[in-house]
């Protein structure tokens, strides 16, 4: 919300791209900018730290300009991989499995099963 908030204001003094196509051009390269401080690394370095910062409000800034309230959208995203999660629990539990010896392919078995609900 305040990286919402910061870039409204900024948008109220006319500080902002004209097009979302800009802003996606922005997002595309603050996710190159991150992925280059992150690879190879083994831990994350402060100036990678930064550049997921810079992607993350990039991002909110695009779903501004194409109208997704990020707090919203990632609420529903929460709530979506919780109620998968607790199928995949669930239903490998009803198997006689249990998921800390699972392999993550039989993981994503149930997963893809959750998805379908």
């Known amino acids: ?20 196509e800009q802003v996606w051009e922005k997002v595309s390269e603050e996710m190159n900018e991150f992925k280059e401080e992150i690879d190879g ?6 100036a ?11 991002l909110v800034n695009y779903a501004r300009f194409v109208d997704i ?18 199928y995949l629990e669930t239903e490998s539990k009803k198997d006689g499995k249990e998921i800390s010896a699972m392999t993550l392919a039989e993981m994503d078995e149930y997963w893809e099963g959750a998805k379908k609900l």
């Open 1 to 20: 919300m305040k990286a919402m908030r910061i870039q409204e204001k900024a948008r109220g003094i006319g500080f902002d791209w004209e097009k979302k």
């Open 41 to 46: 690394a083994t831990k994350a370095s402060e």
């Open 48 to 58: 990678a730290k930064g550049e997921f910062g810079d992607l993350l409000f990039s």
């Open 69 to 86: 309230d990020p707090e919203e959208a990632l609420e529903r995203t929460n709530k979506k991989f919780i109620k998968r999660f607790q």
